[in-house]
């Protein structure tokens, strides 16, 4: 659901790839493929009672899959994400939002403490070097960009409007302007990650007036792409809100690769 949402700026999408030139919608879609094996077997490992650091290898394993199969990381911050989010669940052993939440962040803290700091990551060079809490400090904090801010902005979006695609629009609006997205930085520095910001406030008020927010997305993928600017952590948390979305049966669990097909009508 989040590679069709289209248009999205910087990102791969129905109408064209964005600020990604090795990448293509047959690509991602094969990536999200292996996302899905790769979360069948977190489930499996958890209903075998097995420990998390063998749920950690698990995600390790799936991060270098999609590198060989594939030449590029394309899902690796939303295998993290979404494996933590369906771990954490697991011991929460409910769906009230808060023991979710604590479960996350207690999880999130024996990760980043157990991992070996020698070989260091992409990630780690940029928020190093940005002075950034990115990717860290979303899961200690306990995933506020989706659980304080998406799924809030889609909810009302959708009460408001009325309009499954528009009520997307907004809740990537608003995570345009508080994920600390280190694929921004890493392409743009933090100019780039202020544009987004700026980017997404003007998004959102353009949708909190009704008005049509396709040829402003439009004009920014244009922007996005002549700038190599892209959204990565943006749209990691997008994919994970539509989760979130879908498990609360919030979102039909039918017929979900049609859910915005009869309302984007790409340029």
Not at 1 to 11: A, R
Not at 55 to 79: C, M, P, S, V, W
Not at 84 to 111: D, P, T, V, Y
């Amino acid at each position: 659901m989040e590679l069709y949402l289209t248009p999205k700026p910087g990102l791969v999408d129905l109408a064209d790839t964005g600020s990604h030139t090795d990448l293509t919608v047959p690509i991602m879609e094969q990536s999200i493929a292996y996302v899905g094996d790769y979360l069948e077997e977190i489930v499996q490992s958890l209903q075998n009672g097995q420990a998390f650091e063998y749920q950690k290898e698990i995600a390790i394993r799936a991060e270098r899959r999609l590198f060989d199969n594939l030449g590029t990381n394309t899902h690796k911050g939303y295998i993290f994400l979404s494996g933590m989010l369906l771990i954490a669940q697991w011991h929460a052993g409910c769906s009230e939002e808060a023991n979710i939440r604590q479960a996350l962040a207690s999880l999130s803290e024996k990760f980043f403490m157990s991992t070996v700091t020698g070989a260091e990551t992409h990630g780690q060079r940029v928020r190093e070097k940005f002075k950034a809490g990115g990717i860290v400090r979303e899961s200690i904090e306990g995933f506020p960009s989706l659980f304080d801010e998406a799924l809030p902005a889609y909810r009302a979006a959708l009460k408001r409007h009325g309009c499954n695609t528009v009520a997307s629009f907004a809740m990537m609006a608003r995570l345009m302007q508080v994920v600390e997205d280190t694929t921004t930085l890493h392409r743009a520095g933090v100019e780039g990650l202020a544009r987004v910001r700026r980017d997404g406030r003007q998004l959102e008020r353009l949708i909190a007036a009704g008005e049509d927010c396709v040829a402003f997305l439009e004009e920014l993928n244009r922007h996005y792409i002549q700038m190599n600017i892209t959204i990565g952590g943006v749209a990691d948390m997008l994919g994970l809100a539509y989760g979130m979305l879908i498990a609360g049966e919030e979102i039909p669990d039918q017929h979900q690769t049609s859910f915005l097909s009869a309302e984007i009508v790409p340029s």
